[in-house]
């Protein structure tokens, strides 16, 4: 149990475009996901924390009118990267939170999205 | 900012020897986490050490965790070709709710 799927796996797009990466839990409900960003040969970035329901928190630095993310139930949240440009290019992954033992949570994580913008 | 740095960024063994990395972090935690991320894909946890515990072994992995020094280190034993990856440590932070923050990582390869 505990897989997270991302879709898609890989996108190019065009430079100015938007890019819609969904995030989805399939055998359990989620309270809270979380999206990073990873470039090539560097460690994992918390973009935002993303609960059901309401508005996600950012991390400093993260841009929220550029990094859109929606979480419109507890299986699904998907990031929106608007008017994209070429140095947005990065491995994009989301995780998925889920109470794994006494007082803690364990994070689930997706396959990651690569996204190229051209 | 990165709560964890590890150490060493890139090690390179011949199959069959052990592989030590160690993680280094500024506060107090929960629980650390260790993870496996083969070239881009997602990541794989590993492993679980809470901050009340001192070593924990899975398999060929065996983790420790000094919370006098805010360290940890991964163990792994009798290293395989398939080991090759990149391995992080990430930090549960007390207070952060639930946010996991990731070490910069260690490049692993294992020659066969």
């Known amino acids: 149990g505990a897989v997270v799927s991302q879709h898609p796996s890989w996108v190019i797009c065009k430079s100015g475009t938007s890019v819609k990466i969904e995030c989805r839990s399939l055998?359990?409900?989620?309270?809270?996901m979380f999206w990073y960003r990873q470039f090539p040969k560097q460690s994992l970035m918390l973009m935002a924390t993303?609960?059901?329901?309401?508005?996600?928190?950012?991390e400093q630095g993260v841009e929220k009118d550029k990094f859109l993310i929606n979480h419109a139930s507890l299986t699904l949240s998907t990031l929106t990267v608007t008017s994209a440009h070429p140095e947005d290019s990065s491995f994009y992954i989301c995780?998925?939170?889920?109470?794994?033992?006494?007082?803690?949570?364990?994070?689930?994580f997706g396959p990651g999205t690569r996204l190229t913008v051209t | 900012s990165q709560q964890g740095e590890e150490d060493p960024q890139a090690l390179s063994i011949q199959e069959g020897e052990n592989a030590t990395m160690n993680c280094s972090y500024k506060?107090?935690?929960?629980?650390l986490q260790w993870y496996r991320q083969n070239s881009g894909r997602g990541l794989v946890h590993l492993i679980l050490?809470?901050?009340?515990?001192r070593e924990k072994h899975s398999g060929r992995l065996r983790v420790t965790l000094d919370t006098s020094k805010k360290s940890s280190s991964l163990l792994i034993t009798a290293s395989r070709a398939a080991d090759t990856a990149s391995y992080f440590c990430?930090?549960?932070?007390?207070?952060?709710?639930?946010?996991?923050?990731f070490g910069g990582g260690t490049r692993v390869l294992v020659k066969p």
């Open positions: 990430a930090t549960d932070v007390e207070a952060a709710g639930n946010k996991l923050t």
């Open positions: 993303s609960n059901e329901g309401s508005k996600a928190t950012y």
């Open positions: 995780s998925a939170s889920r109470l794994a033992g006494e007082l803690y949570y364990e994070q689930y």
């Open positions: 506060t107090s935690i929960n629980n």
């Open positions: 055998d359990f409900q989620a309270t809270t």
């Open positions: 050490i809470r901050s009340n515990e």
